[in-house]
DNA sequence: AGCTGATCATAT
DNA sequence: ATATGATCAGCT
């Protein structure tokens, strides 16, 4: 395991290096298997790129880069570069805290994210696939705004007992969806009447559009 | 074809 | 159960 990287600039050269690599050559050279396919590793990506960059978080709920506040995320894209997937951001808190968009933990782990594209077309092995050229990102003014509204209007539902009314359809850029292992796993949160009810965990997601966004203002595709 | 709701693996 | 890492797969 690499020691962590000691500043951006560090991590931004470590990630770079790895552009252009196919999965299977570096997880081979970190010692792991690659599997067949992610039906069953569906985090796989992911800890490869933290094993390969020095991640130190784990499964705690920090960054990925605590010492930087740098989150890293991968991002499943087509050829031309657009993103084939939501972008999990953290589970949603479903127990009134007086959290304030400020403070939140959507807001702390998006202020500042290493984008990292991976090849995801399906017909492509997982070994084959490669990876893509990473950004370093914190969201503009814009992209904030935007980000808050959505944070906001999904609070005050989940706050005054709105959750169950909540679908996926709600927010422009930012979702709520179930993130559980199974629809049997449940997590105390407030009824419509505010009465406490068990209910199936939720999780922030950016839209692909958003992912879009972010990818096509670095790399300026021509014709996408 | 894209999106929403559901699910898979691992660590603590 | 809750956090991490996400993609799957059925429906519209």
């Given at each position: 395991?690499?020691?962590?990287?000691?500043?951006?600039?560090e991590?931004?050269?470590?990630?770079?290096?790895?552009?252009?690599?196919a999965?299977?050559?570096?997880?081979?050279?970190?010692?792991?298997?690659?599997?067949?396919?992610?039906?069953?590793?569906?985090?796989?990506?992911?800890?490869?790129?933290?094993?390969?960059?020095?991640?130190?978080?784990?499964?705690?709920?920090?960054?990925?880069?605590?010492?930087?506040?740098?989150?890293?995320?991968?991002?499943?894209?087509?050829?031309?570069g657009?993103p084939?997937?939501?972008?999990?951001?953290?589970?949603?808190?479903?127990?009134?805290?007086?959290?304030?968009?400020?403070?939140?933990?959507?807001?702390?782990?998006?202020?500042?994210?290493?984008?990292?594209?991976?090849e995801?077309?399906?017909?492509?092995?997982?070994?084959?696939?490669r990876?893509?050229?990473p950004?370093?990102?914190?969201?503009?003014?814009?992209?904030?705004?935007?980000l808050?509204?959505?944070?906001?209007?999904?609070?005050?539902?989940?706050?005054?007992?709105?959750?169950?009314?909540?679908?996926?359809?709600?927010?422009?850029?930012?979702?709520?969806?179930?993130?559980?292992?199974?629809?049997?796993?449940?997590?105390?949160?407030?009824?419509?009447?505010?009465?406490?009810?068990?209910?199936?965990?939720?999780?922030?997601?950016?839209?692909?559009a958003?992912?879009?966004?972010?990818?096509?203002?670095?790399?300026?595709?021509?014709?996408?």
């Open positions: 395991m690499p020691t962590p990287p000691n500043n951006e600039a991590l931004l050269d470590r990630a770079r290096r790895l552009a252009g690599c999965l299977g050559r570096l997880a081979r050279d970190l010692g792991r298997d690659t599997p067949e396919n992610l039906r069953r590793h569906k985090g796989w990506i992911g800890e490869l790129l933290e094993h390969a960059l020095g991640a130190s978080a784990g499964s705690l709920p920090e960054p990925d880069f605590p010492e930087l506040g740098v989150e890293l995320k991968t991002i499943p894209v087509t050829r031309r657009l084939r997937e939501s972008t999990y951001v953290c589970t949603v808190p479903l127990e009134a805290h007086g959290e304030t968009w400020q403070t939140s933990w959507v807001r702390r782990k998006l202020n500042r994210v290493l984008w990292f594209p991976v995801a077309e399906p017909d492509t092995p997982l070994a084959e696939r990876l893509g050229t950004l370093l990102w914190s969201p503009d003014a814009e992209q904030e705004d935007g808050r509204a959505d944070w906001e209007e999904l609070m005050d539902m989940v706050c005054m007992g709105g959750l169950e009314a909540i679908t996926a359809h709600h927010g422009s850029w930012l979702q709520i969806r179930p993130k559980a292992a199974n629809a049997r796993a449940l997590t105390a949160a407030v009824g419509a009447d505010g009465a406490p009810i068990l209910t199936l965990p939720r999780g922030f997601y950016l839209r692909p958003f992912t879009a966004e972010i990818l096509r203002r670095h790399f300026a595709l021509p014709g996408v």
